[in-house]
């Protein structure tokens, strides 16, 4: 049976808060779900080329892009005590530290003020969501590239590629179940009343799926 291929970050991931992908497979939608809490596009676009490359029978592809600045940390003996210390991203993921927006490292403050290259991480998100695109269109299956958060896209070659323009964070900050949220810094992850209207919003504008118990769930 072909499955949906999904990855996101903590929007997608199914953690502390129920997310679209888990109403749409408890809808009867079979899915590989490559996401993960915190990531970065780096770790996002690497899953779905790796599943691309490697596995077979997509019937569509659903790429759920991040905010950029995140960094990933590779977890190895000497640096295990920043994820361990930190409050909020202290969490290992598939051998990473999705560190994220957290600044409570002086090492990970100093790679923000004078490491980071926000024009070279955009080109590469550029450059493989090319390949992406190319892949998906080799292989016929459909896909639908969204943002998670907005991202100032400076780079001309972004034009060459076709991203939705709903954004769904700027969606949820307009939607009631915003504004019932705790909004903790721990998890900026949607309300599951908003995460039904976004699978249901998922299913109408791509997958066109008949999902009767979709229709069931209670906003």
Sequence with gaps: MSKVLVSGCGITFSGERPTWTKVLRLSGVAMVDVSGPAISNYIILNNLLEQLYTQKDFSHVICQLTSMGKLDVQLQDNNRWLMEQDSIRNFEFQGYWPSSGSMEHAVKRNWKDYLYSPK?????????LLLLQDLCILKKIPLMIVQGYPIQWTNPLIDCIQISDYIIYEAYKQDDSYYEDDHSPKNNVP???FQIKLARKFNNMFLHMDLPKLDKFNV
């Design 120 to 128: 070279m991480e955009e080109q590469d998100i550029i450059f493989k």
């Design 191 to 193: 309300m599951k009343e």
